[in-house]
Structure formats: structure tokens, C-alpha cells
């Protein structure tokens, strides 16, 4: 069977690898714009609420979203790390590169699911395990619905992420990742920077509130 | 395409090791100073402290891990962009709220 040959759209490998970070940049885009609608959310009732926010702040765990925050920074400084080696072809670097980096991404998502049973086990789940005892209960449950809300979408885009880079490394497996075929690890590398910068604001919206 | 068109897409240089490392530790530090900051008493500032810091670590992250300091004007004006309608959506919506006192006195 012959296959249909058509012409590539693009001049030279540096005009397809502009075409990949422009679409890349257009998706993230809209990523800001999804997760910008539950931070407007959250604007416009820690304006309207701003003491039972604190209140409901200081029940989350400080050290575990400062611990966090470290440690997805580390993961993204060994993604950096992980583009270099692709692009020097150094195949064995790779690799490890981008198991430090999911196995980093997975102590984020352990510490999270850590502190999920600890609000729980504290009766601080708004809707089916709600209980507290101060003043303005209803708004702190408001305050821990968009504490899930928030913590829940990232975490949902962080087990994204460890898919993706699994993803990468058994590409890598099957020597199919080089200096001439680095894009995969470079866009990769851009989601999870991304969600990265999600939860350098989620940690001082939510465990920072005073 | 022409030699100009080929220029306009280049990457001006490529991140090192060392930028990588150096952005790092940037961070880290920043992230100490945010930390540090929630501890202190810095009154109604405590907020506007903490977002600048965590606006300050995001556009270091853009720039470096990101490449966006290397990459030429078309991608950097796509990766404003979301920012821009962001920043519609924000001004629009608080023009409703934070006015909404005026009316109902």
C-alpha cells in the first residue's frame, strides 16, 4: 500500500519547534483562564469574609504547604534539567532526571493526601464531615470548600503530570527521545512548570491567610 | 521563508545548567521570605506581601524554567495573553462587587 506523502508545513526544525511552543502557550493560556475562574471565586469571598478565611486558614497544616511548595520547586528545577539531557542526547541523564522529578511530584501528591486525612480525621470536610466549633462556622466551611476545590483541580493536574512523564520515560525506554526529537520532553516540561505556578499562589491563598 | 522570518522565530541563546541552578535557589529564597513573612506582623500589607512574592516567583519560573526570557516576541505576547483576559475577568467582576455598597447604601 503506498502512503500519501504531503510536504511539511514547516521551513526547518527551529519553525516547528516555535509552531509546538506556541500551541503549548495557547493551552496554557486557557489553563490560566479555568483555574482564574475558581480564583475569582475565591477573591470575591475572602473579600466578603476576610475573618473566617483566617480562621479557616490557620486549620491548615503551615509546614506540609511550605514543604510542598519546596519540594514541586525542586521537581522543577530536575525538569530543567531533564530538557538539557534530551537535548545533549544523554539518554542515561534523562532518565533519572525525570524519575527524581515524578518521584517528587508523588511525595507532593503523598504529603496532599496526608493532610486530606488529617482534615477528615479533624471533621473539617465541608458538606459530609463538617464540624467546628467557633464563630461564623458556615463561612469557614466556605472557606474549606475552596480549600478542595483548589487543592483538588491541582492535584488533578499534578496526576496528569505523573502520567505524562511516565509517559516520557518509557519513550525514553524505547530511545525515541534525542536532540532531534525533544519536543515531547519540552511540552511536558512546560505543563508542569505551569502547575507549578498554580500552587505558588494556591500556598499563600490558603495557608497563608492572616 | 525568508532570512528575516527565519531570525524572527530564533531562540536568542539556550539556558545552562547554571541558569537553572541560580533560578533555583532564587526561589528557594523567595519562598523562605514568604514563609518568614506569614510569621511576622506586617498588618494589612500581609497580603499584598504575600502575592507580590508569589507573582515574583511565577514570573521566574516563566522566564527561566519556561524559557521565555530565550524565546522570541510571538511567544512571550501568547504567554501574556491568558494573563490579559485574566486580568478582564478580575477588573470586570470587582467592578460589581466592590460597588455594590454604593447602591444599596
Redesign the interface.
Known amino acids: 500500500m503506498n502512503r500519501t506523502t504531503y510536504p511539511s508545513p514547516y521551513a526547518d526544525r527551529e519553525h516547528h519547534a516555535v509552531a509546538n511552543h506556541l500551541g503549548m502557550w495557547t493551552f496554557l493560556a486557557t489553563e490560566i483562564l479555568f483555574f482564574g475562574g475558581v480564583f475569582a471565586c475565591y477573591a470575591v469571598y475572602r473579600y466578603a469574609y476576610p475573618a473566617a478565611f483566617a480562621v479557616g486558614s490557620e486549620h491548615l497544616e503551615f509546614w506540609i504547604g511550605t514543604l510542598n511548595t519546596a519540594v514541586l520547586l525542586t521537581s522543577s528545577l530536575f525538569m530543567a534539567f531533564a530538557d538539557l539531557a534530551v537535548k545533549a542526547n544523554a539518554r542515561d541523564t534523562l532518565r533519572w532526571t525525570l524519575l527524581i522529578t515524578w518521584l517528587l511530584g508523588a511525595v507532593f501528591l503523598g504529603l496532599k493526601a496526608h493532610e486530606y486525612y488529617a482534615t477528615w480525621r479533624e471533621h473539617h470536610v465541608p458538606g459530609v464531615n463538617f464540624h467546628f466549633e467557633g464563630a461564623d462556622a458556615p463561612h469557614v466551611e466556605l472557606f474549606m470548600f475552596l480549600y478542595f476545590a483548589m487543592t483538588g483541580l491541582h492535584a488533578l493536574h499534578m496526576l496528569f503530570g505523573l502520567g505524562a512523564i511516565a509517559w516520557l520515560l518509557w519513550l525514553n525506554h524505547r530511545g525515541k527521545l534525542g536532540a532531534e526529537h525533544d519536543a515531547p520532553v519540552a511540552m511536558v516540561g512546560l505543563y508542569w512548570h505551569f502547575v507549578d505556578c498554580i500552587w505558588i499562589f494556591l500556598y499563600p491563598l490558603l495557608y497563608l491567610v492572616r | ?1 525568508t532570512r528575516a522570518m ?1 531570525h524572527s ?3 536568542t541563546a ?4 547554571k541558569t ?2 541560580a ?2 535557589l532564587a ?2 529564597v523567595l ?1 523562605a521570605a ?2 518568614l513573612a ?1 510569621k511576622a506582623n506586617l498588618g494589612s500589607l ?2 499584598p506581601a ?2 507580590t ?2 507573582a515574583a ?2 514570573a521566574l ?2 522566564l ?3 524559557q521565555l526570557w530565550f ?2 516576541g ?2 512571550r505576547v ?2 501574556v ?3 490579559f ?2 486580568a478582564i ?2 477588573i470586570l ?2 467592578c460589581d ?2 460597588t455594590r455598597g454604593w447602591l444599596l447604601g
Open positions: 521563508m527565519t522565530i530564533k531562540a539556550a539556558p545552562t545548567k537553572y541552578v533560578n533555583y526561589l528557594m519562598l514568604t514563609a506569614s500581609q497580603t504575600a502575592l512574592i508569589a516567583k511565577t519560573v516563566f527561566f524554567f519556561m524565546q522570541r510571538l511567544i501568547f504567554a495573553a491568558g494573563f483576559w485574566l475577568i478580575g467582576m470587582f462587587y466592590l
